[in-house]
């Protein structure tokens, strides 16, 4: 079966830097945008960052100078270079990937299983 499995998460000093990793596996043909969300408790899931094929990015504006997306084609896997943490990043992060499967006509929407970060003040 077709799994995206995140890494990196944990609990961090405001002002650190984490890593995350979302790595896809299994019978996948082609991948084509991926991206990062996160849900804060009690609040909405919202979208981090977006990088697309072609290496094109889009960022939240909450976010953008301190979060860097990234992609390795060659690993099926995306990053968030998360740097400067705020305590408001707190939240559980979700990777995102349009994927086409082996013997599949189009792609199709994928989400890891999220991973947690929190931020100390």
């Known amino acids: 079966q077709v799994q995206l499995v995140e890494s990196g998460g944990g609990l961090v000093q405001a002002g650190g830097s984490l890593r995350l990793s979302c790595a896809a596996s299994?019978?996948?043909?082609?991948?084509?945008?991926m991206g990062w969300f996160r849900q804060a408790p009690g609040k909405q899931r919202e979208l981090v960052g977006l990088?697309?094929?072609?290496?094109?990015?889009n960022y939240a504006d909450s976010v953008k100078g301190r979060f860097t997306i990234s992609r390795d084609n060659a690993k099926n896997t995306v990053y968030l270079q998360i740097d400067s943490l705020k305590p408001e990043d707190t939240a559980v992060y979700y990777c995102?990937?349009?994927?086409?499967?082996?013997?599949?006509?189009?792609?199709?929407?994928?989400w890891g299983q999220g991973t947690q970060v929190t931020v100390s003040s």
């Open positions: 995102n990937a349009a994927l086409r499967l082996h013997y599949r006509l189009e792609y199709e929407d994928y």
């Open positions: 299994g019978s996948i043909f082609s991948i084509g945008a």
């Open positions: 990088i697309g094929s072609g290496g094109s990015t």
